[in-house]
């Protein structure tokens, strides 16, 4: 499934819905509000806090995908296609990093 597909998934779920999309501030708190999520299971998977007994085993990927969720739902209400910010992304980054990292010897 392509980038585009999950923006189109995303859009078919909220139309359903009158309240459509939430206003950008809105769905901002949500992003920080899921990668707080995300936060609390890493610490709990690989920090120093662990669980206490009686809470429930957390989904990494799950969490991970909360946050997609939010990032299309927030390229949809805003007109951005993120395939296209991607592939710019990943430009930007092929350029200005090159030769800053070690690279892998065949």
């Given at each position: 499934?392509?980038i585009?597909?999950?923006?189109?998934?995303?859009d078919?779920w909220?139309?359903?819905?009158?309240?459509?999309?939430?206003?950008?501030?809105?769905m901002?708190?949500?992003?920080?509000?899921e990668v707080g999520?995300l936060?609390?299971?890493?610490?709990?998977?690989y920090g120093?806090?662990?669980?206490k007994?009686?809470?429930?085993?957390?989904?990494?990927?799950?969490?991970?995908?909360?946050?997609l969720?939010?990032?299309?739902?927030?390229?949809?209400?805003l007109?951005?296609?993120?395939?296209d910010?991607?592939?710019?992304?990943?430009e930007?980054?092929?350029?200005?990093?090159?030769g800053?990292?070690t690279k892998i010897?065949?």
């Amino acid at each position: 499934m392509e980038i585009k597909d999950w923006q189109q998934q995303v859009d078919q779920w909220i139309s359903q819905f009158e309240e459509g999309y939430w206003q950008p501030g809105s769905m901002m708190l949500r992003l920080t509000e899921e990668v707080g999520e995300l936060a609390r299971e890493i610490n709990h998977h690989y920090g120093q806090k662990p669980k206490k007994p009686t809470e429930p085993e957390g989904d990494l990927a799950l969490e991970m995908a909360d946050i997609l969720f939010v990032i299309i739902c927030m390229a949809n209400s805003l007109g951005i296609n993120l395939e296209d910010a991607f592939s710019r992304m990943m430009e930007k980054y092929r350029k200005r990093d090159y030769g800053r990292w070690t690279k892998i010897k065949s």
